[in-house]
Every structure is written in structure tokens, then in C-alpha cells.
């Protein structure tokens, strides 16, 4: 029957590619979305547009940003010889909701992954190694997730710091293991920014 419907099909598919969302989840928002007025679906539809020709990423922390920097890069107040590495933008926001730090932030996009493919290069840690060498970075703050993924990335980090004789400090882990940090409570996230230790 559904299958006899071509743009309701092409609905169903386009959701189905978000993360997180499987074939019954795709097809009960398809259906939601044709319950909606057409109002509010053409304003789903503006948004979705307007945030991808806007939206892009900062280009000194790899944030999510409609201009050249993001609003933490530009924030003059900011304490820049604090540096906290995190592995995607949602950490960033997460660390930020709990109100816990005050310095400045890398994203790598990513873990290191060597099953994966995913080496140094292609997360950026290249740009972060540029930071280190021209910003005055006192301590560099860990905040990768309590993976494995997560747990070799920070190793990783750790030794190029210590070889540039920066201070390396971890979350602490109030955070638990294999979790990531975007699902953590502010609450959480802030006891485990204060309770930071070194790596």
C-alpha cells in the first residue's frame, strides 16, 4: 500500500538516514509530518535549509559557527590559556550548559579508530598541534568520551602535550564509561570539569 506512494516512500528513506532513527521510527515521523500543517512543515523545511547554507564550523575550533569564528573563539573574556579538547560539537555544548569552564575549546570530530581507518589526520588533530605552537596554551583539558575510542585518543593527545611541556589533565570519572558526553546532566559534567586530574 505505502510502497504504492512514492513521495510518502521518499519521506520515509530521507528520515531513516538520521542517526538514530530505523525504518518504524522514520515511518511514525513521516506520519507525524503528515498530520502537521503545511505551515509548519514548510517552516521545518526553511529551517533545515537556512541551518545547512549558514551553518559551518569555526575556523580555529572546528565548532559549529555561521561566521568565521564561533561565539566562544570570539568572546574576548574567554581564558585562553585553557584549552579543553572534545571529540564532537555536542560535548562542547555540554560542557558549556554546565557552566563549569571558562577557557576555550578544540573538536576533533571524532576518535581514533585504527579498526576504523581513522587515523591523526583524519580527525583535526593537525590544527589542534598548530594551536599548541602558536596560541599560549598553559593546560590542555582532556574531554574525549570514556571509550575505548575516547580513552586511546586522550593517550594520544597526552603524549604530544607532554612533549610540548603542557600541563595534560582529564576529566574526572564522575562520567560513566562508555557513555558519551552529550547524554550526561550538567550536574555531572560540571563535578567531572572540577574534578579534573592529570594525565
Known amino acids: 500500500m505505502l510502497g504504492s506512494l512514492p513521495s510518502f516512500a521518499r519521506l520515509e528513506a530521507e528520515l531513516g538516514k538520521l542517526p538514530g532513527v530505523g525504518r518504524k521510527t522514520a515511518a511514525r515521523l513521516a506520519f507525524h509530518l503528515l498530520r502537521t500543517s503545511e505551515q509548519d512543515v514548510e517552516a521545518l523545511a526553511a529551517a533545515l535549509l537556512e541551518m545547512r547554507r549558514k551553518v559551518g564550523f569555526c575556523q580555529r575550533c572546528f565548532h559549529i559557527a555561521e561566521t568565521a569564528l564561533c561565539q566562544t573563539c570570539s568572546n574576548v573574556n574567554r581564558e585562553s590559556q585553557r584549552l579543553c579538547v572534545v571529540q564532537e560539537p555536542q560535548d562542547l555544548l555540554a560542557i558549556e550548559r554546565s557552566h563549569s569552564y571558562a577557557g576555550l575549546y578544540h573538536v576533533l570530530h571524532g576518535a581514533l579508530s585504527p579498526l576504523d581507518g581513522i587515523g591523526p589526520d583524519d580527525l583535526k588533530i593537525p590544527q589542534l598541534l598548530r594551536r599548541l605552537d602558536q596560541e599560549p596554551i598553559e593546560e590542555i583539558i582532556l574531554a574525549t ?29 564522575g562520567i560513566p564509561s562508555g557513555s558519551d558526553l552529550e547524554y550526561i546532566d550538567a550536574g555531572t559534567v560540571q563535578q567531572a570539569v572540577a574534578g579534573r586530574r592529570e594525565f
Open 145 to 173: 568520551n570514556f571509550t575505548v575510542e575516547g580513552e586511546a585518543t586522550a593517550l594520544y593527545l597526552a603524549n604530544i602535550c607532554r612533549d610540548k611541556k603542557i600541563k595534560v589533565t582529564r576529566l574526572a570519572h
